[in-house]
């Protein structure tokens, strides 16, 4: 079963424009990651968030976490066409032996 | 240092044959895990081996089994193919076996007639 879901599960905008991403969880984690994929090639690992910070930056990206929302938001800023591709958000869950587990996706298109 | 690497890329097999898919991990990277992705259940964690042993599997059946070598090399097997195996099967590795960041390969596209 899916652990994150992502909102909306598809998204359309112009170079240049800022990009926001959603998600949702149930359970509690010990962190919180986002990949890209690049049309049905092998995911790349973008930014991960620990369960006890609110906001973290890396370039374009900023991620949040909200713990007592459950939720986050992974924004690409000054959005280019090379960011077309599937965003996916993955929690690990708060426990030993706890694996990943990764949302349904959210397709990105920046249109140039 | 050379990525995740898997073999064979693309692969075409019919229904109850079976198949093994290679994995090979970022040198020094001792766990590896392995996931299936579909358009209608995404992408679903198979299992995670580290130093040999399974350390974690998802909710498969038994015709899905997997195992790592001494080297770190790891392999996963798919016995009496059915269609809904048709999947792009991507593994990925990682130092430990903590989810911190994993590195994924390229996947293996299963198409299954």
């Known amino acids: 079963s899916q652990q994150g879901e992502e909102d909306p599960q598809a998204l359309s905008i112009q170079e240049g424009e800022n990009a926001t991403m959603n998600c949702s969880y149930k359970t509690s984690i010990n962190n919180l990651q986002w990949y890209r994929q690049n049309s049905g090639r092998g995911l790349v690992h973008l930014i991960l968030i620990r369960s006890n910070e609110r906001e973290k930056h890396s370039g374009r990206l900023r991620v949040t976490l909200d713990t007592s929302k459950k939720s986050s938001s992974l924004l690409i800023t000054a959005s280019r066409a090379a960011d077309t591709a599937s965003y996916f958000c993955a929690t690990e869950g708060a426990g030993a032996n706890s694996k990943l587990t990764f949302g349904k996706g959210i397709t990105l298109s920046v249109r140039p | ?113």
Not at chain 2, 43 to 71: A, I, V, W
Not at chain 2, 79 to 86: A, P, R, V, W, Y
């Open chain 2, 1 to 113: 240092k050379a990525g995740v690497t898997q073999t064979p890329r693309y692969l075409i097999k019919t229904r109850g044959q079976q198949v093994t898919l290679s994995c090979s991990p970022i040198s020094g990277h001792r766990s590896v895990s392995w996931y299936q992705q579909t358009p209608g259940q995404g992408l679903q964690f198979l299992f995670e081996y580290f130093s040999e042993t399974q350390r974690n599997k998802g909710n498969f059946p038994g015709r899905f089994s997997g195992r790592q070598f001494s080297n770190s090399r790891s392999e996963m097997n798919v016995s009496t193919l059915e269609l809904g195996d048709s999947a792009l099967y991507l593994c990925a590795s990682t130092l430990q076996p903590s989810t911190d960041t994993q590195y994924f390969g390229p996947g293996t596209r299963l198409t299954v007639l």
